[in-house]
């Protein structure tokens, strides 16, 4: 099959904007992904994806009740102008309050949260009534009489329905669930909610330099892909199983056989292994699979060539047959360089996640505080380390200032870990201070972004 964009076939090696590339991995990949449902717990859905519509099964309260610790009232007892009542039985939280006397010359010691009595409108608070014969401060017994001021109907009063109504729509699917969503399904006696289900990620990271001996020997490194990719992956909701891999293009073929009946993954993401070296695995794996020597797997589609970015230059994507009716299982090849991953992760793997889920990220844009002039690349888009900040006005505006990082490099990990934001710069574009310019929050989960 071809790869398309905007139902154009891909041809060979061709050159992508940052944005092209964007829409052609979700136009190639998106149709491949799980579009699967499922039930959880409550307590296990804040940052899941609600799935479907929720409707309120009934009202909120359920039953009139009092706002405050206090004196239930009938209507005519609100405004009469004889103020002394004669005390009934208490009423407590959690009591059903029935078959009570209605009489306008009888209130009720009610608790916040318990029933109004049938008849009974209003509350007056504890505090402001007068007790005689008995200690002020302290509720007044059954049998005394008690005081109080003129007070109007529904003062005090939580009535049926005015949280909720029964049949309102109180969350609407691809709702990011959070803690008072919780509550609310919760207050509704739902126990469980359905949400999208996770995707499946295999994360793919190593060649031959990279390795987990405790001691480093000459020309060796660790891996910092493997958990920053993994770290992310679960931030966004996603189930990750990671696998080191070496330069051997055949090996890395046969491990992913094995993890694919294993762990059954939705999506593959790798990095490194792509460019323009001799030992580059993942396009070697992909000479491989063309020459159809490989059982099990099939090459449905691929492209390895250049976005007009930096970091984040060169780019590839996989489609694989599983030789079945399975769904093709997409694989993104991302740039080895750590900051290049983090930036492919945010501006392609990000909004793959997250329009999967039903959910579009909004664009942001902020104004340049330093360095006092910025000039673009000639042909690429640059997107640079920042650090966003809120500016609060005395007028209620707000604004997100950007220091954007001077420096470059793809390698420069300390750098980006401490950058919270990442910055477009135009080609050929010159910004000077106050310019504004797009950014992208760097580090932070995409479901919170929406919030
Ligand atoms: N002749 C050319 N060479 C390169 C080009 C080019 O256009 N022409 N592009 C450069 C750019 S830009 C990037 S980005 C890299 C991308 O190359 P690969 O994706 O093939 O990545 P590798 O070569 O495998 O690794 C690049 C770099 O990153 C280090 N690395 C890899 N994996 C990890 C890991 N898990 N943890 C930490 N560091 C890792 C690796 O050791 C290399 O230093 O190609 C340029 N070259
Ligand atoms: O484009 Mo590479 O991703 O600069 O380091």
């Not at 990279?210 to 931030?235: C, F």
């Not at 159809?292 to 060539?305: D, K, N, Q, V, Y």
């Amino acid at each position: 099959m071809n790869l398309t964009l905007n139902s154009r076939p891909i041809a060979g090696a061709d050159s992508f904007s940052p944005e092209e590339y964007r829409s052609l991995v979700q136009q190639n990949l998106l149709p491949h992904l799980p579009s699967e449902s499922e039930t959880v717990a409550i307590e296990k859905a804040v940052g899941r994806v609600l799935a479907e519509d929720f409707f309120a099964p009934a009202d909120l309260p359920a039953f009139a009740n009092s706002q405050m610790d206090g004196y239930a009232l009938t209507d005519a007892a609100c405004l009469r102008s004889d103020r002394v009542f004669t005390v009934g039985a208490d009423v407590a939280a959690g009591s059903a309050a029935s078959g009570l006397e209605v009489s306008n010359d009888l209130v009720y010691p009610v608790m916040t949260g318990a029933p109004l009595p049938a008849g009974y409108v209003a509350v007056v608070p504890e505090e402001k009534a007068r007790p005689l014969g008995q200690t002020q401060g302290s509720f007044a017994v059954a049998g005394s009489r008690v005081e109080l001021p003129r007070t109007s109907p529904d003062s005090f009063v939580r009535q049926v329905g005015s949280d909720v109504r029964a049949g309102e729509l109180l969350i609407e699917a691809q709702t990011p669930l959070t803690p008072v969503h919780c509550a609310l399904l919760a207050a509704h006696g739902q126990a469980e909610v359905s949400v999208h289900r996770r995707l499946r990620v295999l994360v793919l990271t190593g060649g031959d330099e990279v390795t987990s001996e405790t001691k480093l020997a000459s020309g060796k490194i660790r891996d910092a892909n493997g958990p920053l990719l993994g770290r992310l992956l679960e931030g966004a909701g996603a189930q990750t199983r990671r696998v080191q891999i070496s330069d051997d293009a055949a090996a890395l073929l046969a491990t992913l056989r094995q993890v694919l009946d294993e762990f059954g993954p939705d999506l593959v993401l790798s990095s490194g292994g792509i460019s323009h070296g001799k030992f580059e695995v993942v396009k070697n794996a992909v000479g491989l699979l063309k020459t159809g020597a490989t059982s099990g797997l099939e090459l449905a589609a691929s492209w390895f060539g250049h976005v007009a970015q930096q970091p984040g230059g060169p780019q590839g994507l996989i489609l694989l047959g599983r030789g079945d009716d399975r769904p093709l299982l997409p694989w993104l090849g991302l740039p080895g360089n750590p900051v290049s991953t983090l930036v492919t992760y945010t501006l392609v793997v990000e909004p793959l996640l997250a329009r999967w889920q039903g959910i579009s990220l909004p664009a942001r844009y902020g104004r340049l505080a330093e360095p006092a002039e910025i000039r673009g690349r000639a042909g690429k888009t640059e997107f640079r380390r920042a650090r966003v900040k809120t500016v609060y006005a005395p007028d209620g505006t707000s604004s997100s200032e950007l220091t954007v990082d001077e420096q470059t490099g793809s390698h420069l990990l300390h750098r980006a870990s401490r950058a919270n934001a990442l910055v477009e710069i135009e080609p050929e574009a010159t910004y000077s201070a106050g310019a504004s310019l797009r950014w992208y929050p760097l580090n932070t989960p995409p479901l919170t972004q929406t919030l």
